[in-house]
């Protein structure tokens, strides 16, 4: 379902459609969807593809260079011996049972890895031997080896290759030597997890997507959780986690609720999955240090709050509770405070 503009759904049309088609009717076992094009996998390890393929991103050996730029049904890509998938924008990484990772499509920037940044309409293989997963952001490629260590190509712009440089590359480069378990690109960011249960990011933060409390992007792994994590995954600027206790935690951009929390971002990982107490937010028109003057039921220490560098706070109390924040003494005239929710 969805949009189909370059036949990504694989209806046999180009018309989008707002509930869900049946495609193929068994033997699917993983998919993957990138900007316009979609993959499947099949249980006789064969790799499927449908939707535009402008850049070769189908890796059916042929470029569509006529509107609407793909194809509308599926295609078998390769025949076996594939295990897992990815897709990014406009290109796509798989795996195979030997370990060996290929991929094909776009690669302006070298999110292909093959060494050059040129495009290609072929699966080519770029590492022989021991991947045991792969993850496609926008640009940019990660994939973790069989002994724990994670690396990566492509767009850098942001740091979110981790490589401590701003540099994209076009080929991999192992960013952490050992002990990855889990791998998420998101649009622009990256996220890892450790065996230890501790969650790791790097790369664009404008809107808190790395939850380190800041804005500030990083082009170095940053701790964000320290343990208890097991499952993870990274949207266009927000991310999710998954801890052990089954709770469900988010940070980054909530313009649309995709954080399910009713703020307009989040800094520092919240807890979807909490129902308990209720929750206050107050924004400032300019920015600024805010302070915490009169609360009821505030379960949280006044000392975490004073000051809090951020264009918005939020605190959850045990029961209803108001709350009255100004900003710092002497800072820009005008600023205006606005109670924006409290459910």
């Given at each position: 379902m969805g949009l189909n503009s370059s036949g990504q759904l694989g209806d046999g049309t180009f018309n989008s459609t707002n509930r869900p088609e049946q495609i193929v009717s068994n033997d699917v076992v993983a998919i993957a969807a990138g900007s316009a094009h979609s993959l499947f996998l099949k249980s006789d390890g064969?790799?499927?593809?449908?939707?535009?393929?402008s850049s070769g991103d189908l890796g059916d050996g042929?470029?569509?260079?006529?509107?609407?730029?793909?194809?509308?049904?599926?295609?078998e890509i390769v025949a076996s011996n594939v295990?897992?998938?990815?897709?990014?924008?406009?290109?796509?990484?798989?795996?195979?049972?030997?370990?060996?990772?290929?991929?094909?499509?776009?690669?302006?920037?070298?999110?292909l890895g093959d060494g050059t940044f040129n495009n290609t309409n072929k699966p080519e293989q770029i590492v022989s031997n021991g991947v045991v997963s792969i993850a496609a952001g926008n640009?940019?490629?990660?994939?973790?080896?069989?002994?724990?260590?994670?690396?990566?190509?492509?767009?850098?712009?942001?740091?979110?290759?981790?490589?401590?440089?701003?540099?994209?590359?076009d080929k991999p480069e192992q960013i952490v030597s050992s002990g990855v378990v889990s791998i998420a690109a998101g649009d622009s960011h990256s996220l890892f997890l450790k065996s230890d249960g501790s969650l790791w990011a790097m790369g664009l933060n404008n809107s808190g997507?790395?939850?380190?409390?800041?804005?500030?992007?990083?082009?170095?792994?940053?701790?964000?959780?320290?343990?208890?994590?097991?499952?993870?995954a990274a949207g266009y600027e927000h991310s999710l986690f998954l801890k052990s206790d089954g709770s469900l935690w988010?940070?980054?951009?909530?313009?649309?609720?995709?954080?399910?929390?009713?703020?307009?971002?989040?800094?520092?990982?919240?807890?979807?999955?909490?129902?308990?107490?209720?929750?206050?937010?107050?924004?400032?028109?300019?920015?600024?240090?805010?302070?915490?003057?009169?609360?009821?039921?505030?379960?949280?220490?006044?000392g975490q709050w004073m000051p809090v560098w951020t264009n918005f706070v939020a605190?959850?109390?045990?029961?209803?509770?108001?709350?009255?924040?100004?900003n710092t003494p002497g800072s820009v005239t005008g600023q205006q405070f606005y109670l924006l929710r409290s459910q």
């Open positions: 064969s790799l499927w593809g449908m939707g535009a393929n042929i470029y569509s260079t006529n509107y609407p730029y793909g194809t509308n049904q599926p295609e295990v897992a998938i990815a897709a990014g924008n406009a290109y796509s990484l798989f795996f195979k049972s030997d370990g060996s990772l290929w991929a094909m499509g776009a690669n302006y920037d070298g999110e640009s940019h490629s990660l994939f973790l080896k069989s002994d724990g260590s994670l690396w990566a190509m492509g767009l850098n712009n942001y740091g979110q290759l981790g490589d401590g440089t701003f540099n994209k590359t997507q790395l939850g380190d409390g800041t804005l500030n992007n990083t082009n170095k792994p940053e701790r964000i959780v320290s343990s208890g994590v097991v499952a993870l988010g940070m980054g951009n909530n313009g649309d609720n995709q954080l399910g929390n009713g703020f307009s971002r989040s800094l520092l990982p919240v807890q979807l999955t909490d129902n308990i107490g209720d929750w206050i937010q107050a924004t400032c028109q300019f920015g600024g240090t805010y302070y915490l003057l009169t609360s009821t039921n505030i379960n949280e220490p006044l605190a959850r109390g045990t029961n209803n509770f108001t709350a009255t924040l100004t």
